[in-house]
């Protein structure tokens, strides 16, 4: 008897253990399946330091904020913050590093320090048209960049764009190189495109946007580079005069979402998360180039003298600013430029 009670004991500690085991089983996959469970009434902050009337504002308004909403049946509410307030580029960006903010809508030059890669977008001249700009951030060299992107916390959700960056000056038309010759032009905090003004002869001047109006008026600048959206919205024109389309630099923007906020989410969230981002990145493209054509003309007729440079013209900027390839280069490695020299001449030969 006392066997079989002993033998009894054993089988029900048994199956304790077994019954225990198999609880903790079933507890460990409830939590892993709810770990990035659907999230209900999620808020979503989009930061942007440009002003409510930018076309990526306004895409992030009225594309982005629909899609999200009515993908997720309203569980998923997007708010968008423009002007900077909640912080510039710069803050912003580290908030979502840091998980402390959902996205933040930049453009690359804040984010060179933290990913050198970007740097081949202040290559002059690097793009000669906007389709050629698409081909490259939507192919190969894109995706290498949001790789680097979400090593250091970030996931590019989409590419839009600041678009091709143009001349303004007070003094005189500039259709050549010899024309910047003295002029003081008021640039970023860059120093490629510090390199490039000075080798085409300008004397560039670093300068906070926020005082380039009256730094202009006043004649402490002559100058300044910005997309035509910019600075017709800054009302430049009302002290630059000239302007010259010369389309120096292509400045793209990202649609960065914090690596530790989304990686809570489950998949459903993430996709509907990616597919409006695309949709708003294609819709702030188009916006961003009606806007420039219509600005274009508008500053015509504001009595403003545009100087369209040709192709050979053109030739003669891009010649002289060569110097700035190697430079980043040296930042960026050879591989990376060896991909993006390759990507450029098969999209050209294609087209």
Same mark, same amino acid.
């Given at each position: 008897?006392?066997?079989?009670?002993?033998?009894?004991?054993?089988?029900i500690l048994?199956?304790?253990?077994?019954?225990?085991?198999v609880?903790c089983k079933?507890?460990?996959?409830?939590?892993?399946?709810?770990?990035?469970?659907?999230?209900?009434?999620?808020?979503?902050?989009?930061?942007n330091?440009?002003?409510?009337?930018?076309?990526?504002?306004?895409?992030?308004?009225?594309?982005?904020?629909?899609a999200?909403?009515?993908?997720?049946?309203?569980?998923?509410?997007?708010?968008?913050?423009y002007?900077?307030v909640l912080?510039?580029?710069t803050?912003?960006t580290?908030?979502?590093?840091?998980?402390e903010l959902?996205?933040?809508?930049?453009?690359?030059a804040?984010?060179?320090?933290?990913?050198p890669?970007?740097?081949i977008?202040?290559?002059p001249?690097l793009?000669?048209?906007?389709?050629?700009?698409?081909?490259?951030?939507?192919?190969?060299?894109?995706?290498?960049?949001?790789?680097?992107?979400?090593e250091?916390g970030?996931?590019?959700?989409?590419?839009?764009?600041?678009?091709?960056r143009?001349?303004?000056?007070?003094?005189?038309?500039v259709?050549?190189p010899?024309d910047l010759?003295?002029?003081?032009?008021?640039?970023?905090?860059?120093?490629?495109h510090?390199?490039?003004?000075?080798? =085409?002869g300008?004397?560039?001047?670093?300068m906070?946007?926020?005082?380039?109006?009256?730094?202009?008026?006043?004649?402490i600048?002559?100058?300044?580079?910005n997309?035509?959206?910019?600075?017709?919205a800054?009302?430049?024109?009302?002290?630059?005069?000239?302007?010259?389309?010369?389309?120096?630099?292509y400045?793209?923007?990202?649609?960065?979402?914090?690596?530790?906020i989304?990686?809570?989410?489950?998949?459903?969230t993430?996709?509907i998360?990616?597919?409006?981002?695309r949709?708003?990145?294609?819709?702030?493209?188009? =916006?961003?180039?009606?806007q420039?054509?219509?600005k274009?003309?508008?500053?015509?007729?504001?009595?403003?003298t545009?100087?369209?440079?040709?192709?050979?013209?053109?030739?003669?900027?891009?010649?002289?600013?060569q110097?700035v390839?190697?430079s980043?280069?040296?930042?960026?490695?050879?591989?990376?430029?060896?991909?993006l020299k390759?990507?450029?001449?098969s999209y050209?030969?294609?087209?």
């Open positions: 008897m006392k066997k079989i009670i002993k033998l009894t004991g054993v089988l048994g199956c304790l253990i077994t019954s225990s085991f609880g079933n507890n460990d996959t409830k939590k892993s399946e709810t770990a990035n469970a659907a999230p209900q009434n999620l808020v979503i902050r989009v930061s330091g440009s002003s409510e009337s930018a076309p990526t504002v306004q895409a992030a308004i009225n594309v982005f904020a629909p999200v909403e009515e993908a997720s049946n309203g569980r998923i509410t997007v708010e968008n913050y002007s900077s912080g510039d580029d803050k912003a580290e908030a979502c590093r840091s998980g959902e996205i933040a809508s930049t453009s690359t804040p984010l060179v320090g933290l990913i890669e970007l740097a977008f202040d290559i001249f793009f000669t048209s906007y389709e050629e700009a698409d081909a490259i951030i939507d192919g190969k060299i894109g995706d290498i960049l949001n790789q680097k992107m979400e250091k970030l996931i590019n959700l989409a590419w839009d764009e600041n678009g091709f143009d001349l303004t000056n007070s003094v005189r038309p259709s050549s010899d010759n003295g002029l003081k032009i008021r640039t970023m905090e860059n120093k490629y510090l390199e490039a003004w000075k080798a =085409l300008a004397s560039p001047t670093p906070s946007w926020n005082e380039v109006f009256t730094a202009l008026q006043q004649g600048i002559d100058g300044q580079e997309p035509i959206p910019n600075f017709y800054a009302r430049i024109q009302e002290v630059n005069k000239y302007i010259t389309t010369t389309g120096h630099v400045s793209p923007l990202l649609f960065l979402y914090s690596k530790k989304f990686d809570t989410y489950d998949s459903e993430q996709q998360l990616r597919d409006a981002a949709k708003f990145a294609l819709a702030e493209r188009q =916006l961003n180039r009606e420039t054509e219509l274009k003309q508008a500053l015509i007729d504001e009595g403003c545009v100087i369209e440079l040709t192709p050979e013209q053109k030739k003669l900027f891009q010649d002289k600013t110097s390839w190697a980043v280069e040296k930042q960026v490695g050879s591989e990376l430029i060896n991909d390759t990507e450029l001449q050209r030969a294609s087209n």
